[in-house]
């Protein structure tokens, strides 16, 4: 018969504990004396009907009157910032890169609030409002994010400005040079779109998000003396329209004064409305057009009237030069009507058209952008409310059970076959030394108690036909 192996006994007598069962929903790991939840005994107090043992103060038995169906506690608020559509990811990550500080006494646009010590790219902390920089008027893109009203109107007043000059400058050489008052009437019409283009372009610019200055007191007196002046070119015409009229009563030389005196401050109403123009140029970040309206500053109040009269004092010098065939004034004539003439009626008129091609293009964009950020606020949307855990809803969990200790078990494996052995105990009965015992008629042996086999001097188990 083969021999019992020692290895064999030892594996059967001392197995390792089973792994624990693996936590379900709402499970709570227990100690000896915890009960399991929704349990009557689960009360400090009372004893443990498994060991006899009354609950210590500070056990882990938790009253549960419904282990069903708990209520899940409410997530908390979170602080989701704001989606602002009005910072671009370029902004963004320049304002977390460079961290400034308002350094000098500040005072806030909204509330008064002293600013000073406070981040630049921060709110102020009384009323809100956004600090940014002290400069507001020349940060990137203000021109392009503006409300898409004022730049449909600046759109409106671009259109305006560009054919109010046109007209202007064409019935004033035809009027100049033909003499015929019927040219008056397309000045009155130009100068009429020429103020009112010039009234919808002074108005205030929005107040933007990161604003540190009231918009409507910024510029203000140049907007005052732009919008009185231009309004001049009307009467002016009017007057001279009178001027030439046959049914004029009385003395006709005073509409002529009256006309020439209105022309002077229309003419001079030209700078305060350039350096407006220039002034928002600089606030949409534009250098072309800040240039342009930089060199109509001079050239529109001191150089447009020479052009004119220029301009008239050309054609009728052509005419008698082309009769009298002098060839050489014709070159002199070229260089004066370059020079008073298209120079500075190129400027005025350059200054613009790009004006009106700038405020085409920040509409355009300012839609594109728009649908941009619908997307991303969209997009932003969906994105927080996914993450965010409905409240005040039930969750189903799970009843909880509680965790039980490892327990040892017996081994039990078929008795030895029926032997003779002499001065044996009663057939399973379980004798010292690892000695086996066993009957036909005999169930299976428990061994759990058993001690090990005895092992002789030369380290081999004993057989079984040694007992």
């Known amino acids: 018969?083969?021999?019992?192996?020692?290895?064999?006994?030892?594996s059967y007598t001392r197995l390792p504990p089973p792994a624990p069962p693996p936590p379900t929903a709402g499970a709570f790991q227990a100690d000896e004396d915890a009960i399991p939840l929704g349990s009557p005994e689960n009360v400090q107090g009372s004893t443990n009907p498994k060991t006899g043992a009354p609950?210590?103060?500070?056990?882990?038995?938790?009253?549960?009157?419904?282990p069903a169906m708990l209520r899940a506690d409410p997530a908390p608020e979170r602080d989701v910032p704001e989606f602002d559509p009005q910072l671009r990811p370029s902004e963004r990550i320049q304002e977390a890169s460079v961290t400034l500080y308002v350094n000098e006494d500040r005072a806030c646009i909204g509330c008064g609030y002293n600013l000073k010590g406070l981040k630049v790219s921060g709110k102020c902390p009384e009323c809100g409002r956004a600090i940014r920089k002290a400069k507001v008027s020349y940060s990137a893109q203000q021109l392009v994010r503006a409300p898409l009203g004022y730049l449909t109107r600046l759109r409106f007043a671009s259109t305006l400005l560009l054919w109010g000059f046109i007209g202007l400058v064409a019935s004033l050489i035809m009027y100049d040079n033909l003499g015929e008052a019927k040219w008056l009437f397309a000045t009155c019409a130009a100068g009429f779109m020429q103020w009112l283009g010039v009234v919808i372009a002074t108005v205030p610019r929005p107040l933007m998000p990161g604003a540190t200055v009231n918009p409507v007191k910024e510029m203000a007196?140049?907007?005052?003396?732009?919008?009185?002046?231009?309004?001049?070119?009307?009467?002016?015409a009017g007057a001279l329209i009178a001027y030439h009229s046959p049914g004029a009563a009385g003395n006709t030389t005073a509409f002529l004064w009256i006309a020439q005196g209105l022309g002077i401050i229309a003419l001079l109403g030209l700078v305060p409305f350039a350096i407006y123009m220039k002034w928002l140029a600089d606030w949409g970040e534009d250098s072309p057009q800040s240039s342009a309206w930089q060199m109509c500053c001079w050239s529109e109040p001191f150089m447009f009237p020479f052009s004119i009269a220029t301009a008239s004092w050309a054609i009728r010098a052509t005419n008698l030069l082309v009769e009298s065939l002098f060839a050489p004034f014709l070159l002199l004539v070229g260089l004066a009507a370059f020079t008073f003439v298209i120079l500075p009626l190129w400027l005025s008129l350059k200054a613009r058209i790009g004006l009106y091609q700038v405020a085409h293009w920040a509409v355009k964009n300012h839609v594109i952008a728009e649908e941009k950020d619908e997307r991303l606020r969209e997009r932003?949307?969906?994105?927080?409310?996914?993450?965010?855990?409905?409240?005040?809803?039930?969750i189903p969990v799970a009843t909880p059970t509680r965790a039980k200790?490892?327990?040892g078990?017996?081994?039990?494996?078929?008795?030895?076959?029926?032997?003779?052995?002499?001065?044996?105990?009663?057939?399973?009965v379980p004798v010292s030394r690892g000695h086996v015992?066993?009957?036909?008629?005999?169930?299976p042996i428990d061994i759990s108690r058993r001690e090990p086999p005895a092992i002789d001097d030369d380290d081999k188990p004993l057989s079984m036909e040694g007992i």
């Open 1 to 10: 018969m083969n021999p019992v192996d020692r290895r064999t006994l030892r």
């Open 55 to 66: 609950i210590a103060a500070g056990r882990r038995g938790i009253v549960a009157p419904e």
């Open 221 to 236: 007196l140049v907007r005052l003396a732009a919008r009185v002046t231009q309004a001049c070119w009307v009467p002016a």
């Open 380 to 394: 932003y949307m969906k994105v927080s409310t996914e993450a965010a855990i409905p409240r005040d809803d039930y």
């Open 405 to 407: 200790r490892p327990e």
């Open 409 to 428: 078990k017996a081994l039990k494996y078929p008795a030895l076959p029926p032997r003779d052995i002499p001065n044996a105990p009663p057939p399973g």
């Open 437 to 443: 015992v066993g009957g036909a008629s005999q169930g």
